[in-house]
């Protein structure tokens, strides 16, 4: 091989040496298409949330939750509307809207499936309510396996799900109801005037299933570690329950207590749907102080969900705790 030929060759191998060197140095830039963003897929919606309480299995279901505007004059009626807006705040809330949030109770004693209120029922569920019988099914509950149907009391968000059409919701249950309560809607005396609606409501949906209920008194047993306590105000014959299962309690206080912070921080303060405001305020600094010295967990029908937590006491008031993993272990 000439000498000539020999330096062309060697040149030859460094350009290609060289331009292997660039390129492995070079940013690859890709021909391909790109991958779209992923979609978003908006709030989650829970179901439901199951825990054992002794030898009890409890499930508290989601049925909704309703936003108003507020929450003054909704709550705090009997306040200036800047001392609920500064409480809020100071709580990190809004000012101007507040979530309701509903949520029945489903304890399974190991003999009877026992439903604690019957949520906002079909009427709702244009408004994103009314969601009881979807979430027992995703959480392995049909309506025919409830035996119970227990009332707190008779507003529309506690009995709308009594019924599915024209038909009883729950078909194969018995009810249970506290005697004041239901007397006090039922009267006719309650036919006209401001009680004229919720009267028409508990005609329709709470007196046809009569011949198939219990009516207690106050401390009356619904089944074998369930009982009623006296929680009067918000409506006349308000009741909470107390569920004790192998020593452990628990309290569902129905609607004792409407806001996790407005009602344990202000238990004073006017909500609008208290029926008899100073006693439903006497009610509720009772029942939440008993959660407190006997440290019993509850639910609150209107908490946020899983609606199941601890009252703290908190300079002359109180303070909401949610569960954590309290059931886990």
Same mark, same amino acid.
């Given at each position: ?91 990190? =809330? ?155 309690? =628990? ?39 008993? =959660? ?38």
């Amino acid at each position: 091989m000439s000498s000539t030929k020999l330096i062309t060759s060697r040149r030859g191998l460094l350009t290609g040496a060289a331009v292997a060197a660039t390129a492995l140095a070079t940013p690859l830039i890709m021909t391909r298409a790109a991958f779209g963003k992923a979609p978003m897929l908006g709030a989650t919606d829970p179901t439901h949330h199951r825990f054992k309480l002794g030898a009890f299995e409890i499930t508290v279901i989601n049925d909704g939750q309703a936003v108003r505007e507020g929450p003054h004059p909704l709550f705090g009626a009997n306040q200036p509307a800047s001392d609920v807006a500064d409480l809020m705040s100071a709580n990190n =809330l809004s000012s101007k809207q507040v979530a309701l949030p509903f949520t029945p109770v489903l304890v399974n004693t190991g003999a009877e499936l026992v439903l604690f209120d019957t949520g906002n029922g079909a009427g709702a569920r244009a408004g994103g309510r009314g969601k009881l019988r979807a979430a027992m099914a995703t959480a392995g509950y049909t309506p025919e396996q409830v035996d119970v149907v227990v009332i707190t009391h008779m507003h529309p968000d506690h009995i709308g799900g009594m019924k599915e059409g024209d038909a009883a919701a729950f078909p194969n249950a018995r009810y249970v109801i506290g005697e004041t309560e239901y007397n006090f809607w039922t009267d006719t005396a309650r036919a006209t005037g401001p009680t004229e609606g919720l009267h028409k409501m508990a005609m329709g949906l709470v007196a046809p299933f009569a011949d198939k209920a219990t009516f207690i008194k106050d401390e009356g047993t619904v089944v074998s570690g369930i009982s009623g306590v006296a929680t009067h105000g918000h409506t006349p014959g308000h009741m909470g329950f107390l569920i004790e299962s192998d020593g452990k309690q =628990l309290m569902i206080t129905g609607d004792i207590a409407n806001h996790f912070v407005i009602a344990f921080q202000k238990p004073d303060w006017g909500f609008g749907f208290d029926a008899d405001k100073a006693k439903a305020a006497e009610t509720r600094r009772a029942v939440l102080g008993r =959660l407190a010295s006997e440290r019993m967990p509850f639910v609150g029908y209107h908490m946020p969900f899983p609606a199941l937590g601890y009252v703290e006491p908190m300079g002359g008031a109180f303070r909401y705790v949610a569960e954590s993993y309290q059931f886990d272990l």
